[in-house]
């Protein structure tokens, strides 16, 4: 799975390091003094690194919990996100990280109890309800065996009741969510493209099938799951793909226990984009006539209005309480 492992001087007797070393002992371990060594150094490719990437083990300073970009998610209290690993196992073509980091590697912070008491500190001082988004940096779920990340902050979030975490995924590893008690003020949000984009374009994902299948067993455990229509990359029979795809979801789930759905057009930071370009020059999606508003690319449609009619067409099979932009 790892070309090798990297662990920072600090952590390295932290039993959460030596359970994972021990699990991978045939692999290269590689001590280092700080993770920018490995991560942020110059003369990587990322394409070339993401066919057999390390991994790093390390601890984080200064601000673990920040402030979430304007319009990411859901509305009903202040919103910040928290990263716990950095980088993603899938090679979804149109992933915005292979833009910002200079390697494929994957950085996991193991210092979760300093991530758990900035959580509660955060939620304390919040005046209302705090909402906690995991999976902007990585995928939330895709590395669970190894990091036990739901594991450990599953339990942060059920005694912090006026916050609310959400995990976004693609990923089907739900077993450690199903093996704790469902609580309110979790939501396990599962992201999805059409048929055709998700097979051209999301390499090393799970199939929208098995994701479908996940979200049944978290919603029959109890648990409250979420639908992330993103990223939207425009095609000619775009609404007639997404009607499959709406057909072949809300006839597996319980539309009306949905906490919420989300729309979100393809979107970047322009610089991120032209550096994704340059690692695949070749690659269809990146040739598409694009716009650029406030420094954020995003890919141009000939249709009129065609966010619109998607969403109309999505309205269709859930109420407008449970639908919201991504912007």
Not at 18 to 23: D, H, P, T
Not at 141 to 151: G, H, Q, R, T, Y
Request: hydrophobic share 40%; proline share 3%.
């Amino acid at each position: 799975m790892f070309s090798a492992i990297y662990i920072e001087e600090e952590v390295r007797c932290e039993d959460r390091v030596q359970e994972i070393l021990a699990r991978f002992s045939e692999i290269p371990q590689i001590e280092c003094e700080r993770y920018g060594e490995i991560f942020n150094r110059n003369a990587q490719n990322f394409r070339l690194q993401k066919k057999s990437p390390a991994l790093i083990l390390a601890k984080k300073y200064g601000n673990l919990v920040l402030t979430s970009p304007e319009g990411y998610g859901f509305q009903g209290g202040q919103s910040f996100y928290f990263s716990h690993m950095l980088n993603c196992i899938y090679d979804c073509r149109y992933c915005f990280l292979q833009g910002m980091y200079r390697s494929a590697n994957y950085v996991l912070f193991v210092n979760y109890e300093d991530f758990a008491a900035q959580l509660e500190s955060v939620s304390t001082d919040s005046d209302q309800s705090a909402i906690f988004y995991s999976g902007y940096d990585c995928d939330s779920l895709a590395l669970e065996p190894i990091s036990k990340f739901c594991e450990y902050f599953l339990p942060v979030f059920k005694r912090t009741p006026n916050s609310i975490l959400e995990i976004r995924t693609k990923s089907t590893q739900i077993r450690s969510i199903l093996e704790t008690e469902s609580f309110e003020n979790c939501v396990i949000a599962m992201s999805f493209t059409a048929h055709g984009a998700s097979q051209q374009f999301e390499h090393k994902v799970p199939s929208i099938a098995k994701r479908i299948e996940a979200l049944l067993k978290l919603q029959q455990a109890g648990w409250r799951i979420a639908l992330r229509f993103e990223p939207i990359i425009w095609e000619s029979q775009l609404i007639k793909n997404y009607q499959k795809l709406f057909d072949e979801i809300f006839a597996t789930l319980d539309i009306e226990k949905i906490h919420s759905v989300s729309i979100g057009e393809f979107r970047m930071p322009s610089s991120f984009y032209k550096n994704i370009v340059k690692l695949y020059p070749d690659e269809a999606l990146f040739a598409r006539e694009t716009e650029i508003s406030d420094g954020m690319i995003s890919l141009a449609t000939k249709e009129v209005e065609p966010l619109q009619e998607l969403e109309q067409l999505l309205l269709g099979y859930i109420s407008a309480e449970q639908y919201y932009r991504c912007a």
